[in-house]
């Protein structure tokens, strides 16, 4: 079945700090999809990444930076010099494997104080 | 136009009313799906429409019933509700492939947030 895990239910920091969101999955699929999603205070998700299983390449885009590793199954989010308008719940999606439809984990609540 | 819009955005209704949750997406998308988000609990996966066919219903009570007339409109029909349907309802719409499977990419709306008294 496919897993994901994010250990950080809430985090607060100050506006400029780095944080990390971490994101630890399972599965037995040898090929699949990672995602990242943004869901703000207004409610919509917002799509943010998606990396194939064969790229382990790291991703930079702006500020966001995300860090793929295959051996530890682990697919961290790194958010440089936070924004207040970075809080949001942040959720990483369960591999997909080309199934009908994503399902998400709990997510991590992303608080950046002013 | 945004992508995907959902009426109305909030919505308090009583155990005996019958109420209508509407999506349209201006996306060109196949696909359309309703998530449910309680508080304190994962986003459930409810239904999924692909090419206006129904293909995965996750166990939703009846009390909930989807209608997609078209690709571009989604309704969610509520009646008999409990108070613990109160959540937020979301849309979503993608662009499906062979089989009626997807990308993973999805678009959402702002959802609708609905009270049960």
């Known amino acids: 079945a496919q897993k994901v895990t994010q250990a950080q239910t809430e985090i607060s920091v100050v506006e400029k700090e780095d944080v990390t969101l971490d994101c630890v999955y399972e599965?037995?699929?040898?090929?699949?999809?990672l995602f990242w999603y943004k869901q703000p205070p207004s409610g919509e998700l917002v799509f943010l990444i998606r990396?194939?299983?064969?790229?382990?390449q790291n991703e930079i885009s702006g500020r966001y930076s995300w860090n793929f590793q295959k051996s530890t199954s682990s697919f961290n989010f790194t958010i440089t010099a936070s924004q207040v308008v970075d809080s949001a719940v942040y959720f990483c999606?369960?591999?997909?494997?080309?199934?009908?439809?994503?399902?998400f984990g709990s997510g991590t609540r992303l608080q950046v104080q002013p | 136009e945004t992508g995907v819009t959902q009426t109305p955005r909030h919505l308090v209704m009583g155990m005996t009313n019958k109420k209508s949750l509407k999506c349209e997406q201006h996306?060109?998308?196949?696909?359309m799906y309703w998530y449910k988000q309680s508080a304190k609990k994962p986003l459930e996966l409810m239904f999924v429409?692909?090419?206006?066919?129904?293909?995965e219903n996750n166990s939703v009570p009846s009390r909930f019933s989807p209608e997609c007339p078209n690709s571009s409109h989604l309704f969610l029909h509520l009646h008999t509700l409990q108070p613990e349907d109160s959540a937020l309802y979301l849309c979503?719409?993608?662009?499906?492939?062979?089989?009626?499977?997807?990308?993973?990419?999805?678009?959402f709306g702002e959802g609708s947030r609905l009270t049960v008294l």
């Open positions: 979503a719409s993608s662009q499906a492939t062979g089989g009626g499977r997807g990308t993973g990419e999805l678009f």
């Open positions: 599965t037995r699929d040898t090929t699949y999809y």
């Open positions: 990396r194939n299983s064969f790229d382990e």
């Open positions: 999606a369960p591999p997909y494997g080309g199934r009908r439809a994503l399902t």
């Open positions: 996306l060109g998308h196949n696909a």
């Open positions: 429409y692909s090419l206006e066919e129904r293909v």
